[in-house]
């Protein structure tokens, strides 16, 4: 398999903004060949419906610049839509957490939360902010348009709070536990 397609499929995966060095850190690939591969990935994505994006430091996959109406046609549909049992499910846990990293939503819904994140931050329905522990990942918080769309103040407001924010504060906990014993497991020093 050639860089192009690893990066490709790395882009896919993460479904936002991934620096150079985040690819040279997961293809173990200097970053001047990681930049001559997107280089070379860009052009390959010429014509197609998908584009790569360069801003700074950071490439991500997006729409082609042509299909924009078109998108923004099925934008305003999935808008008019109601939430699906992904998204209900995404948007309940950064509610009752108060904010939620996409890796503590990956491990709580137990698949890849990437897509519906991305859907419920075009509704509006969550902010990414930067994550004040972790530079390199973001914190999906509730807006206020979700708040006030629920009728309610603050989280704390929502039906059995206490009870849902203790049992996923437990699996953050088990996240974090597993985390550890990975990284302990990498660096056998």
């Not at 990066?7 to 001559?36: C, M, R, T």
């Not at 299909?67 to 549909?77: A, D, G, R, T, V």
């Not at 849902?164 to 536990?177: G, H, M, P, Q, T």
């Amino acid at each position: 398999m050639n860089l192009e397609t690893k990066i490709e499929a790395v882009l896919f995966f993460k479904g936002e903004p991934v620096s150079f060095k985040k690819l040279e850190d997961i293809l173990k690939v200097p970053q001047n060949e990681i930049k001559d591969a997107v280089f070379n990935l860009k052009n390959e994505l010429v014509g197609r419906g998908v584009a790569l994006v360069e801003n700074g430091d950071q490439v991500m996959l997006g729409t082609a610049p042509e299909f924009s109406q078109l998108i923004e046609n099925l934008q305003k549909e999935e808008l008019n839509k109601d939430l699906s049992k992904a998204s209900l499910e995404t948007l309940s846990i950064i509610l009752y957490k108060g904010g939620a990293s996409r890796a503590e939503i990956d491990y709580i819904r137990g698949v890849n939360s990437s897509f519906t994140l991305r859907a419920l931050s075009v509704r509006g329905l969550v902010d990414k902010t930067a994550d004040e522990k972790d530079s390199r990942r973001y914190i999906y918080k509730p807006s206020f348009n979700t708040l006030s769309y629920l009728g309610v103040r603050s989280v704390e407001e929502l039906p059995e709070w206490p009870a849902v924010r203790e049992s996923l504060d437990s699996a953050a906990k088990n996240l974090e536990e597993l985390s550890a014993k990975a990284e302990e497991n990498s660096n056998p020093n």
